[in-house]
């Protein structure tokens, strides 16, 4: 009897530590190639049905955590942070949701986002990154991002400012959740809320979070220095994709972008290779860093980039500020900004110190078979070094969704995906 | 604005779809992680510096009068914000989406004309015949614009203005500049937009002009519904240099609209 028992115990067993993954047979997908995933997300066709604009109730509103006189003259209506409410009729389930690096409330990510929860039944909440130029200017105490848990401070705060801005909204929970960095964020944010107790979340969904925050920097740093054939001193990768938008414009005899015309290019001879897709994530991503770099070293008054007590004036120049910045990547970011600041700020160390603490890793104990917290990740997702699954497996267990496909966050509106993120928070 | 901005959301539209790639599998190691970079070919040396001189091109732009130029940008942002878009949404709030789509139909086959008299400007013969075919159609089995029965009839919307037919025939951009309300444009094309709209007025086709400026409804309710067809917000791309990004992607729509 007693043997029968631990044999059912022990088949049992792997059942609830390991995390669940899907085989590629049962999860339909339909792009391969994550760099594809990653730039387009999911195709029309495969994706569920969601929401019009006109069906959603929702505004933006504004907090002003600021003094305008706090900010220099060029940041002349940031002193204010907006987000975007989309509210139910009556009592519902609110949920937060942190953008990812550099990007804003609005952008794509967040709404497609916003439609899945608010269609579900959810009061939403779009809040900017905290690396995003809007948020650093006016809701981030240290204007320098980056470093995990003051992030979470400056986020919790905005989320409680929010919420005393909507009195009558009548939320019967309080749930998070944030994509990319924005998922690395919201367990900060979720551990937090641990200590202090004033939000109160019962339940935080992780998607496609950097697990080591250094491995997902290095990687996007890389993506730039793909080897894509034809650059040259003289040409250009944006040279080379305008010769082939043209001539692909010229050949179908009609300029029109659409959904129809990107998959028609991508089957063309002027498709991009794997090197070229990689080279436009990567500059996308250079992109937010070099507004990261302008606007932290700007706000504190560094000097590294503009000048100290720099004139600047709504007509003035910014290209050699653009330009300066466009030369410091993420990880130079971290060396002339973010350590400084940290090692001054916290009595910080090392780098690899100051890894330690921005990462997961920090929220071990936190993370660990904690039903709270869930984390949904793709096995081919760009921003993951060797290992980051082992240690999310072993930590999160059963918490942890595992998709064989979808690159970096491009599986959101494939209908698996947005049923078991609605799934993680149904009751 | 229109049709650069039409095409200009083509760099922001890079975020739409692109379809499947026949693309193996790449084999999972035992964390199930399929390494996505290990199938790129990177650099042999430590940087190529290919994103940084790509950066500094997209800032290559003859903008001799930036602070003019920066000030009207601020200027527009303000009154998009204020006046502009509120009045689109009033206006996409009250009319029936059919309706919309019938008023956007009308001035789009108006503005036909001027497509036509470029595209024949420019001797691309059977783009003006379609695009003449486009206005047999629609003003007449169309009820004057209202409906668009030729792009199903095979003869698609073409763009052609006088910016466009001056670029054809090698004339330069010009300093860059921002015009009031109007937004990106360079000289060139400034100048093409007051010959695009004197041509409009000769021709009178409709008469439309006629009546715009008897009653100044039609301008504004042509702005409104121009304004509601952009995919544009300022402060859309979230960054302090939105200025520079607007204008290297005007100037690289541009360039591909010429070349076409």
Same mark, same amino acid.
């Given at each position: 009897?007693?043997?029968?028992?631990?044999?059912?115990?022990?088949?049992?067993?792997?059942?609830?530590?390991?995390?669940?993954?899907?085989?590629?047979?049962?999860?339909?997908?339909?792009?391969?190639?994550? *760099?594809?995933?990653?730039?387009?997300?999911?195709?029309?066709?495969?994706?569920?049905?969601?929401?019009?604009?006109?069906?959603?109730?929702?505004? =933006?509103?504004?907090?002003?955590?600021?003094?305008?006189?706090?900010?220099?003259?060029?940041?002349?209506?940031?002193?204010?942070?907006?987000?975007?409410?989309?509210?139910?009729?009556?009592?519902?389930?609110?949920? *937060?949701?942190?953008?990812?690096?550099?990007?804003?409330?609005?952008?794509?990510?967040?709404?497609?986002?916003?439609? #899945?929860?608010?269609?579900?039944?959810?009061?939403?909440?779009?809040?900017?990154?905290?690396?995003?130029?809007?948020?650093?200017?006016?809701?981030?105490?240290? /204007?320098?991002?980056?470093?995990?848990?003051?992030? /979470?401070?400056?986020?919790?705060?905005?989320?409680?400012?929010?919420?005393?801005?909507?009195?009558?909204?009548?939320?019967?929970?309080?749930?998070?959740?944030?994509?990319?960095?924005?998922?690395?964020?919201?367990?900060?944010?979720?551990?937090?809320?641990?200590?202090?107790?004033?939000?109160?979340?019962?339940?935080?969904?992780?998607?496609?979070?950097?697990?080591?925050?250094?491995?997902?920097?290095?990687?996007?740093?890389?993506?730039?220095?793909?080897?894509?054939?034809?650059?040259?001193?003289? &040409?250009?990768?944006?040279?080379?994709?305008?010769?082939?938008?043209?001539?692909?414009?010229?050949?179908?005899?009609?300029?029109?972008?659409?959904?129809?015309?990107?998959?028609?290019?991508?089957?063309?001879?002027?498709?991009?290779?794997?090197?070229?897709?990689?080279?436009?994530?990567?500059?996308?991503?250079?992109?937010?860093?070099? =507004? #990261?770099?302008?606007?932290?070293?700007?706000?504190?008054?560094?000097?590294?980039?503009?000048?100290?007590?720099?004139?600047?004036?709504?007509?003035?120049?910014?290209?050699?500020?653009?330009?300066?910045?466009?030369?410091?990547?993420?990880?130079?970011?971290?060396?002339?900004?973010?350590?400084?600041?940290?090692?001054?700020?916290?009595?910080?160390?090392?780098?690899?110190?100051?890894?330690?603490?921005?990462?997961?890793?920090?929220?071990?104990?936190?993370?660990?078979?904690?039903?709270?917290?869930?984390?949904?990740?793709?096995?081919?997702?760009?921003?993951?070094?060797?290992?980051?699954?082992?240690?999310?497996?072993?930590?999160?267990?059963?918490?942890?969704?595992?998709?064989?496909?979808?690159?970096?966050?491009?599986?959101?509106?494939?209908?698996?995906?947005?049923?078991?993120?609605?799934?993680?928070?149904?009751? | 604005?229109?049709?650069?901005?039409?095409?200009?959301?083509?760099?922001?539209?890079?975020?739409?779809?692109?379809?499947?790639?026949?693309?193996?599998?790449?084999?999972?190691?035992? =964390?199930?992680?399929?390494?996505?970079?290990?199938?790129?070919?990177?650099?042999?040396?430590?940087?190529?510096?290919?994103?940084?001189?790509?950066?500094?091109?997209?800032?290559?732009?003859?903008?001799?009068?930036?602070?003019?130029?920066?000030?009207?940008?601020? *200027?527009?942002?303000?009154?998009?914000?204020?006046?502009?878009?509120?009045?689109?949404?009033?206006?996409?709030?009250?009319?029936?989406?059919?309706?919309? &789509?019938?008023?956007?139909?009308? *001035?789009?086959?108006?503005?036909?004309?001027?497509?036509?008299?470029?595209?024949?400007?420019?001797?691309?013969?059977?783009?003006?015949?379609?695009?003449?075919?486009?206005?047999?159609?629609?003003?007449?089995?169309? /009820?004057?614009?209202?409906?668009?029965?030729?792009?199903?009839?095979?003869?698609?919307?073409?763009?052609?203005?006088?910016?466009?037919?001056?670029?054809?025939?090698?004339?330069?951009?010009?300093?860059?500049?921002?015009?009031?309300?109007?937004?990106?444009?360079?000289?060139?094309?400034?100048?093409?937009?007051?010959?695009?709209?004197?041509?409009?007025?000769?021709?009178?086709?409709?008469?439309?002009?006629?009546?715009?400026? /008897?009653?100044?409804?039609?301008?504004?309710?042509?702005?409104?519904?121009?304004?509601?067809?952009?995919?544009?917000?300022?402060?859309?791309?979230?960054?302090?240099?939105?200025?520079?990004?607007?204008?290297?992607?005007?100037?690289?729509?541009?360039?591909?609209?010429?070349?076409?």
């Amino acid at each position: 009897m007693f043997l029968r028992a631990l044999t059912v115990c022990l088949a049992l067993l792997p059942s609830l530590t390991s995390a669940s993954s899907l085989s590629s047979t049962e999860y339909a997908y339909p792009i391969a190639n994550p *760099f594809i995933a990653t730039i387009a997300g999911t195709p029309s066709a495969a994706a569920i049905t969601l929401p019009a604009e006109h069906q959603i109730k929702q505004s =933006d509103h504004a907090l002003r955590l600021k003094k305008r006189g706090e900010l220099p003259g060029v940041f002349y209506q940031s002193h204010q942070l907006k987000y975007r409410l989309a509210e139910q009729d009556g009592a519902a389930p609110l949920m *937060f949701i942190i953008a990812g690096t550099g990007a804003h409330y609005a952008s794509g990510t967040p709404e497609l986002l916003k439609k #899945i929860f608010y269609q579900g039944g959810f009061h939403v909440v779009q809040l900017s990154s905290p690396t995003s130029w809007d948020f650093m200017a006016a809701a981030s105490r240290s /204007a320098t991002p980056g470093f995990s848990p003051d992030d /979470a401070d400056d986020l919790y705060r905005v989320m409680q400012a929010v919420l005393a801005n909507h009195p009558s909204l009548q939320s019967s929970s309080i749930n998070l959740t944030g994509y990319s960095l924005g998922g690395l964020q919201a367990a900060f944010v979720g551990a937090l809320d641990k200590q202090r107790r004033a939000l109160n979340f019962k339940r935080i969904l992780m998607l496609n979070p950097p697990v080591n925050l250094y491995t997902s920097v290095r990687n996007l740093d890389r993506l730039v220095q793909t080897k894509v054939p034809g650059i040259s001193n003289q &040409q250009t990768f944006i040279d080379d994709l305008m010769q082939r938008l043209t001539r692909f414009f010229e050949r179908q005899g009609r300029i029109e972008v659409n959904e129809a015309m990107l998959a028609e290019f991508q089957t063309s001879d002027e498709a991009l290779s794997n090197e070229q897709l990689a080279m436009l994530i990567g500059s996308a991503f250079r992109l937010s860093v070099a =507004d #990261i770099v302008y606007t932290s070293d700007l706000l504190n008054q560094r000097g590294l980039i503009t000048p100290k007590d720099y004139p600047l004036g709504f007509n003035s120049d910014l290209a050699p500020f653009l330009k300066r910045s466009l030369l410091c990547d993420f990880d130079c970011y971290i060396t002339q900004q973010l350590i400084p600041w940290w090692r001054k700020k916290h009595n910080g160390g090392s780098l690899l110190q100051m890894m330690n603490q921005v990462s997961l890793y920090a929220l071990e104990p936190y993370l660990k078979d904690n039903p709270q917290i869930g984390v949904m990740h793709n096995a081919d997702d760009l921003i993951l070094g060797p290992g980051d699954l082992g240690w999310l497996r072993r930590t999160m267990g059963a918490q942890m969704t595992l998709y064989p496909r979808g690159g970096h966050c491009g599986n959101f509106a494939y209908p698996t995906n947005a049923h078991n993120m609605l799934e993680f928070f149904h009751d | 604005m229109t049709k650069p901005f039409a095409c200009l959301s083509l760099s922001l539209c890079l975020s739409a779809t692109l379809p499947t790639l026949a693309h193996a599998n790449p084999e999972a190691d035992s =964390d199930g992680f399929t390494h996505p970079l290990s199938q790129l070919q990177f650099n042999p040396f430590m940087d190529q510096q290919a994103f940084e001189r790509a950066g500094f091109e997209v800032l290559d732009v003859y903008d001799p009068w930036t602070g003019p130029n920066r000030r009207i940008y601020q *200027f527009n942002q303000r009154a998009d914000e204020w006046i502009i878009m509120p009045v689109v949404r009033g206006y996409r709030y009250v009319t029936p989406d059919l309706a919309q &789509q019938g008023i956007s139909n009308f *001035f789009s086959n108006v503005g036909d004309i001027g497509n036509l008299l470029n595209s024949a400007f420019q001797l691309k013969g059977q783009r003006s015949m379609e695009i003449t075919a486009r206005l047999l159609i629609n003003t007449t089995l169309g /009820a004057f614009g209202l409906w668009d029965p030729a792009s199903k009839m095979g003869a698609p919307k073409h763009h052609e203005d006088f910016g466009q037919t001056l670029g054809h025939y090698g004339v330069g951009a010009g300093p860059y500049v921002v015009l009031p309300f109007l937004g990106p444009s360079n000289l060139r094309d400034a100048g093409g937009t007051v010959v695009d709209f004197a041509s409009e007025q000769g021709v009178d086709f409709l008469n439309v002009a006629t009546a715009s400026s /008897a009653n100044p409804a039609i301008s504004v309710l042509r702005a409104v519904d121009l304004r509601s067809g952009l995919p544009f917000e300022y402060g859309q791309t979230n960054s302090p240099f939105e200025y520079e990004k607007v204008r290297f992607l005007y100037n690289a729509a541009r360039k591909i609209q010429i070349a076409d």
